[in-house]
């Protein structure tokens, strides 16, 4: 992996796991990944952390129905799940395609370099 992509990636995975909407199965892996950076096992846990990433990353469509849910309720408080919803629902009118929260904006960041990652 290229030095400007490493560090680039360094940067984004530690804003992600920093963030407080971090899901603690992506948090973990990026952890693991900046531990093996330099290391033999760097590869590897590139390969794990793209995987994990790609299946954490909330879309825009998935979070306007967790909003909408009892769960999402349960989780933001009734006024805010509602609040959340419509903001899905902006972000899907202006095109984005995921959540725009700092984790899976650093997320969609890193997904971006994946192929550079390799």
């Not at 790609?54 to 933001?76: N, P, T, Y």
Request: hydrophobic share 45%.
């Amino acid at each position: 992996m290229d030095q400007s992509v490493k560090d680039y990636v360094i940067q984004k995975v530690k804003e992600m796991t920093e963030s407080p909407t971090c899901c603690a199965e992506a948090k973990a892996a990026g952890q693991r990944w900046l531990e093996a950076v330099g290391t033999e096992k760097e590869a590897e846990e590139t390969r794990n952390l793209i995987a994990e990433l790609e299946m954490d990353i909330m879309s825009a469509e998935g979070l306007l129905a967790f909003a909408r849910s009892d769960a999402g309720a349960q989780v933001f408080g009734a006024e805010k799940a509602k609040e959340v919803a419509a903001h899905a629902e902006e972000i899907i009118a202006a095109g984005g395609k995921h959540c725009d929260c700092p984790a899976c904006n650093a997320v969609a960041a890193i997904l971006e370099k994946k192929d550079e990652m390799a």
